[in-house]
T-cell receptor
């Protein structure tokens, strides 16, 4: 049962336009969401995050929106640049009963920004 | 400034071998995670640890075990490697602190089991 879903395996966008990457989740106990970017043969790098008590967080060209009622979040990149071409992973964390945290990832979306 | 180090970038092992993947972090984080990345499946959680000597199964623990004897080191063990364990293995070190949550990954270990 996939708790974090990224239903689009790939996305192609023209340079300068907006890239929108989507993520859906099923567990209403998730309290924190993160986006990671991954280049081939490298580990994922942190991009931006959002707490479940907020609906928007912005950092430069990157903005994450959270719709708790729809259990949906999205990452907006504007303007998109060729260097943004990578695989983007959505992740969610939940505090467990034993006070530990678990971080669950989606399957990723491969973004290609065309020059 | 390296924060999470995985012992090998590339590894080739034979079926049935016992394989150790090491991960070391220098940030004093309590939480460490092992994931594997496969095409179309994203990052799947194998095991995680929230304290020294504490370990929890993730979503796909079968065929794996872990060891956390020291806070900075989290080892993933393939008891008897099989070809379906050929994958990219990623270690993460995480401090869950609300808005200041930090999560860093190692560079990954590409394991091929032949």
């Amino acid at each position: 049962d996939q708790q974090v879903k990224q239903n689009s395996p790939s996305l192609s966008v023209q340079e300068g336009r907006i890239s929108i990457l989507n993520c859906d989740y099923t567990n209403s106990m998730f309290d924190y969401f993160l986006w990671y970017k991954k280049y081939p043969a490298e580990g994922p790098t942190f991009l931006i995050s959002i707490s479940s008590i907020k609906d928007k967080n912005e950092d430069g060209r990157f903005t994450v929106f959270l719709n708790k009622s729809a259990k949906h979040l999205s990452l907006h990149i504007v303007p998109s640049q060729p260097g943004d071409s990578a695989v983007y992973f959505c992740a969610a964390s939940a505090l467990r009963m034993d006070s530990s945290y678990k971080l669950i990832f989606g399957s990723g979306t491969r973004l290609l920004v065309r020059p | 400034d390296v924060k999470v180090t995985q012992s090998s970038r590339y590894l080739v092992k034979r079926t049935g071998e016992k394989v150790f993947l090491e991960c070391v972090q220098d940030m004093d984080h309590e939480n460490m995670f092992w994931y594997r990345q496969d095409p179309g499946l994203g990052l799947r959680l194998i095991y995680f640890s929230y304290d020294v000597k504490m370990k929890e199964k993730g979503d796909i623990p079968e065929g794996y075990s872990v060891s956390r004897e020291k806070k900075e080191r989290f080892s993933l063990i393939l008891e008897s490697a099989s070809t379906n364990q050929t994958s990219m293995y990623l270690c993460a070190s995480i401090s869950f602190r609300g808005a200041n949550t930090e999560a860093f990954f190692g560079q990954g270990t590409r394991l091929t089991v032949v």
